[in-house]
């Protein structure tokens, strides 16, 4: 672990961890412009004994909050071997997760306690910092493998298991990674496949990859992530599991499924990590270091790399859900771009998600109607009209203009393409009169006398209500406001007349 303040390291032999504090800290609080090496760094070190299995070799994993006080420690479950019996073997000696405290300058062990399953990674929640998420791989009643995501929270300095999903999965997993929300949890099985469960739906997509998924990463965006093999592959996917092609920057366009290093250079080990330079949820800006893009590789042994991915000049190689969904747009693979969108959330990334939406309508309804792309403007608008996430009063007031006008582009579009019965199902869904009017004529024009008629009534009965309607609200405003005084003529006598001027000669 690595923080501007300090450093946590961990030890394969021997259960300790070891604590590094900076006495001097970093001239820049900005990341993107601090390039002091730490070797500059006055430090102060301690060691902090923990629990564990002695005299063992085993990968001890280190986790930080967001708010820099709490560490986790973990480890495998299934290190433990054969103990011998013991009157005082007790929780405390098979512990596997360890909760840390740090602060003013020391690391000491608060809590502790043993993971159910064996555990496949663990981290501190980037949206509440006393909550622990773990991923353990467990087994159904019938012996299918499982996963379950864990979710452990941290109250007066103890750890303890809060919730548990299970999740069913073709095989057994053997890499997991979450997206900046946390509410998708992505995981590669040994079979190829990868699986992402959405908690919010509580719905599973399951893809097949190119390569054995032995490490796994989110883009800071949630737009895609990118799968790694042992072997030095990588493939790329949207946060709908749509593949995405791959390739070098070059002359010629020539995109495949995955990217081999064993084709570009000379690598002799096996890649063990991939990871974004920017953190999760991290946006770029005009004035900072363009690393938002950028995936570090990190082989046994070495060597380490960058790849910068980019998908062109004019989304200046961001990988966002707008820049993948107008890639998608521009080769024509809108199901593909309508997947995303069908992942976007409208209550917190509105803006994206009318941008999106808008895109694909306007491609769409530039083309000739066919009952695909039918199906494909109904989708889109149907994130908005029918979102599997109820949607914010405020987000319905701030979109519900302008993606109407979209709605009646679609209903206007199918009536010149004399889909009535879609229209008139999409009028009655708008509730506007003039709509109904507009199949009125042009049944007409058609010799659709019934359909005419029908919408004729349906139109005047939307008349009426809303005469009906002004009425009553005319009737409670007279009712809530006894002070209005009547007004009543009175001649110039009076002293309230008005003379209006005579009209001039023609």
């Known amino acids: 672990v690595l923080t501007d303040n300090f450093i946590i390291l961990s030890f394969e032999d021997r259960n300790q961890l070891c604590f590094i504090q900076f006495t001097k800290t970093m001239d820049s609080p900005d990341v993107n412009k601090r390039l002091e090496k730490l070797s500059c760094l006055d430090s102060k070190i301690s060691y902090v004994d923990i629990l564990g299995p002695e005299g063992r070799r085993m990968k001890r994993h280190l986790a930080i909050n967001c708010m820099q006080d709490l560490v986790i420690c973990w480890w495998s479950a299934t290190s433990d071997g054969a103990w011998p019996w013991s009157p005082i073997s007790c929780q405390r000696d098979r512990a596997n997760l360890l909760l840390l405290g740090c602060a003013h300058g020391k690391l000491e062990v608060l809590s502790y306690v043993r993971t159910e399953w064996e555990p496949l990674d663990a981290r501190f929640s980037s949206v509440q910092p006393q909550q622990v998420l773990t991923v353990e791989l467990s087994v159904s009643a019938a012996k299918e493998p499982m996963a379950d995501s864990c979710v452990y929270k941290c109250v007066r300095n103890r750890i303890q298991c809060a919730a548990v999903t299970r ?22 099985c040994e079979d190829s496949s990868v699986v992402l469960y959405e908690a919010y739906s509580q719905v599973t997509l399951l893809a ?40 070098l920057l070059a002359q010629e366009y020539s995109p495949e499924a995955t990217l081999q290093f064993s084709k570009h250079c000379d690598v002799p080990t096996s890649l063990i990590q991939i990871q974004w330079a920017a953190p999760p949820g991290a946006f770029p800006s005009p004035d900072s270091v363009d690393i938002h893009d950028q995936l570090l590789v990190r082989f046994d042994k070495g060597p380490l790399g960058v790849l910068h991915f980019k998908l062109g000049v004019l989304t200046r190689g961001q990988l966002g859900h707008e820049e993948i969904i107008h890639q998608y747009i521009r080769y024509d693979e809108i199901q593909e771009a309508i997947n995303v969108l069908s992942t976007m959330n ?114 005047n009965d939307i008349d009426a209500e809303s005469i009906t309607t002004g009425i009553e609200l005319l009737g409670q405003s007279d009712e809530e406001d006894p002070s209005c005084e009547a007004f009543t003529d009175q001649s110039p006598e009076q002293g309230g007349g008005f003379n209006p001027p005579a009209p001039s000669p023609a």
């Open 167 to 188: 999740v069913p999965l073709p095989a057994r997993a053997i890499s997991c990674c979450r997206d900046v929300t946390e509410d998708k949890l992505v995981l590669g």
């Open 208 to 247: 097949q990859a190119e390569l054995l998924p032995a490490v796994i990463t989110y883009h800071p965006s949630g737009a895609v992530l990118v799968v790694g093999s042992s072997q030095g592959e990588l493939q790329l996917f949207d946060t709908a599991l749509s593949p995405i092609k791959i390739q």
């Open 346 to 459: 409208w209550n917190t990334m509105g803006q994206r998600c009318f941008i999106c939406l808008s895109a694909i309508c306007n491609h769409l309804l530039k083309q000739k109607l066919t009952p695909a792309r039918e199906a494909q403007l109904e989708a889109s608008l149907g994130t908005f009209y029918a979102p599997t996430r109820p949607l914010l009063d405020r987000t319905v007031l701030e979109y519900r203009d302008p993606i109407s006008r979209y709605a009646r582009r679609f209903f206007h579009h199918l009536l010149r393409y004399q889909r009535f019965e879609k229209a008139f199902l999409l009028a009655v869904d708008i509730g506007a009169r003039d709509l109904f009017m507009d199949i009125h004529y042009l049944a007409l024009d058609k010799g659709e006398l019934a359909l005419a008629e029908v919408a004729k009534r349906k139109a």
